[in-house]
C-alpha cells in the first residue's frame, strides 16, 4: 500500500470542507461525492466503535462536518415525509435481525450505524441538498462529467490491462485479478473495486449524455461540440465489455425514446412491476423463474455469460431456501445467511444485492430496500413528471436520473455493488416528490398547455 492511500483517505475531510468554502454547497456535494467515488482508493480502516472509514464514509462525515460550520440552517429545512419511512425501515432493520437471532443490541446499533452511513446519510444529503431541478440538473451533468474524465482511463487499462489502481495506491483494489479478463481483452476496473460499477457509471453518463444531447440542455462542453463527447463516452463504454450494462442502456434509451414520442411512462411501471414480481416470486414461493430466464436469452447471449449466470442462479436459489428459515428479519450479519459445509467452508457465493438483502434482514429489510429505491421513481413519472415533460429542457434530467435509478435498481438483481452517487440521486428525486411548492413543474406544464416552446 502506498503512503499516499492514508494521506489522501484522511486529507479527503479537509478537502471537502474547502470545497464548501469555494463553491455553492449544492454543487461541494456533487463533486464532493462523485470524485471520491471515481478517484478515491478501495481502502477501508477499521475505527473502534465506529462503521470502517472508507473513502463514502469520509464524504458523508466531510459534508455533514462541512452543512453543520457553513450551512447548519439546511437541517433544519429537512422535513420527514411518507416517502423517507422505507429508507428509514430499511436503516433500522439490521437491528430487529440481530436481536431476533440472539446477536444482542449492540451488534445490531453497530450494524444499524453502518447501514445509516451507507445508505441513508447520502439519501438524507440528496434529500436536502437536491431537491429541486437546478440540483438533479447539476447532478445529472456530473455524472456525464465523471464519465468524461474516466475515457482516457479506461482506454489506458483497456489496452494494457488495470493498472492505474496499483500504480498510484500500490495495490489491486480486487483481490482477484482473473476477473479483469473478458473477450480477450481487458475489462477496466480504473479506481474502483470491479469492472462491475465501472461499466455501471459508464452507462449512466452515456444515458445521461445521450439525453441531455438530445433535448439540447447541453450542446457543448470546454467548447466541444456534446455529439463529439457523447460519442467519446458511449464508445468506451461499449469497450468496457460489461454485457449487463449493454441491456440497461438499451433499457434505458429505449424508455426514453418512448416516453417522448408516446407521451407515456408504461414501460417504466412495467419495468417496477417486473422487478417486484421477480422478487416476491424468488422470495415468498417455492417458484424459481431463473430456467425460463435462461432459456429466453441463451439464443442472445454468449455461452459463457449463460454460465456465469446460471451460476448466479444456482447460487440465489440455495441462499432463498436458507432466508426462508429467518423469512421476516433474516439471519442477521456474520455470514450466518450464507451456506458451509462440514468443514466450515462457504460453499455458496452471494453475487446480488437483493440476497443478501433478504438474507440478512428477510422480508423486511428487502422490502425497504426496494421501496426506498422504487418509490421516487414511480411517485415521480406518475405525479410530478408526466412522460410529455421528458424532453423538455427543464425537466429532461430530473427525467433521466430517475430512469438511471430504476435501471440501478435492476442490477441489483444481479450484483451487489452499491453506488451512493444513486442512493443520493435517489434522495434527491424524494425531495423534489414531497416538495410543497412546485413551482418550476407547474411553469412547464403552463407552457405546454399553452404550446410555448421552453
Not at 494494457?160 to 482477484?176: C, E, K, W
Not at 456465469?308 to 455470514?335: T, Y
Not at 444481479?414 to 424524494?430: E, I, W
Request: charged share 10%.
Amino acid at each position: 500500500m502506498s503512503f499516499l492511500v492514508p494521506i489522501v483517505m484522511f486529507g479527503w475531510i479537509p478537502v471537502v470542507l474547502y470545497l464548501f468554502m469555494r463553491i455553492p454547497a449544492q454543487r461541494a456535494v456533487i463533486v464532493s461525492f462523485i470524485v471520491a467515488w471515481l478517484f478515491l482508493p478501495v481502502a477501508e480502516y477499521a475505527l473502534p466503535g465506529l462503521p470502517d472509514y472508507t473513502k463514502m464514509s469520509a464524504t458523508c462525515y466531510g459534508i455533514l462536518l462541512a452543512t453543520f460550520i457553513y450551512d447548519v440552517g439546511r437541517f433544519s429545512s429537512f422535513k420527514f415525509s411518507w416517502i423517507d419511512l422505507p429508507m428509514l425501515i430499511w436503516c433500522l432493520c439490521p437491528l430487529a435481525s440481530s436481536i431476533t437471532n440472539g446477536l444482542g443490541a449492540y451488534d445490531g446499533f453497530s450494524t444499524v450505524l453502518t447501514q445509516t452511513l451507507t445508505w441513508g446519510v447520502p439519501y438524507f444529503l440528496g434529500r436536502i441538498y437536491l431537491n429541486n431541478l437546478s440540483g438533479l440538473r447539476d447532478l445529472a451533468i456530473g455524472i456525464f462529467m465523471g464519465g468524461l474524465v474516466y475515457v482516457p482511463l479506461c482506454l489506458y487499462e483497456i489496452r494494457f490491462s488495470p493498472q492505474l489502481h496499483r500504480i498510484l495506491y500500490g495495490f489491486h483494489a480486487h483481490p482477484d485479478f482473473g476477473q479483469t479478463m473478458r473477450y480477450g481483452g481487458w475489462r477496466p476496473t480504473v479506481f474502483m473495486i470491479h469492472g462491475l460499477p465501472v461499466g455501471l457509471w459508464m452507462m449512466a453518463a452515456s444515458l445521461v449524455g445521450i439525453w441531455l444531447w438530445h433535448t439540447g440542455v447541453i450542446k457543448q462542453l470546454w467548447n466541444i461540440p456534446m455529439k463529439w463527447l457523447v460519442a467519446a463516452v458511449l464508445i468506451t463504454f461499449i469497450l468496457c465489455k460489461s454485457t449487463g450494462a449493454y441491456f440497461l442502456l438499451l433499457l434505458g434509451v429505449g424508455i426514453l425514446f418512448v416516453g417522448k414520442h408516446f407521451r407515456t411512462a408504461l414501460p417504466v411501471f412495467i419495468l417496477i412491476g417486473l422487478i417486484c414480481s421477480y422478487l416476491y416470486i424468488n422470495s415468498q414461493t417455492e417458484t424459481y423463474v431463473s430456467d425460463q430466464i435462461i432459456s429466453n436469452v441463451s439464443s442472445v447471449v454468449p455461452a459463457d455469460r449463460i454460465q456465469s449466470l446460471q451460476f448466479r442462479f444456482d447460487n440465489e436459489e440455495l441462499l432463498v431456501d436458507k432466508a426462508r428459515e429467518r423469512i421476516v428479519f433474516g439471519w442477521g450479519g456474520w455470514g450466518r445467511s450464507l451456506i458451509f459445509n462440514d468443514k466450515g467452508e462457504q460453499v455458496t457465493v452471494p453475487d446480488s444485492l437483493w440476497i443478501l438483502a433478504f438474507g440478512e434482514t428477510g422480508t423486511v429489510g428487502l422490502a425497504s430496500l426496494t421501496t426506498s429505491l422504487l418509490m421516487p421513481v414511480l411517485t415521480m413519472f406518475w405525479f410530478r413528471c408526466p412522460a410529455e415533460l421528458w424532453p423538455k429542457r427543464q425537466a429532461s434530467p430530473v427525467a433521466v436520473l430517475t430512469v438511471a435509478v430504476a435501471l440501478y435498481m435492476v442490477e441489483f438483481l444481479l450484483n451487489a455493488h452499491g453506488n451512493p452517487v444513486f442512493v443520493l440521486a435517489c434522495g434527491g428525486l424524494s425531495g423534489l416528490v414531497v416538495k410543497r411548492k412546485q413551482l418550476a413543474f407547474q411553469m412547464v406544464l403552463k407552457c405546454i398547455c399553452m404550446r410555448v416552446p421552453l
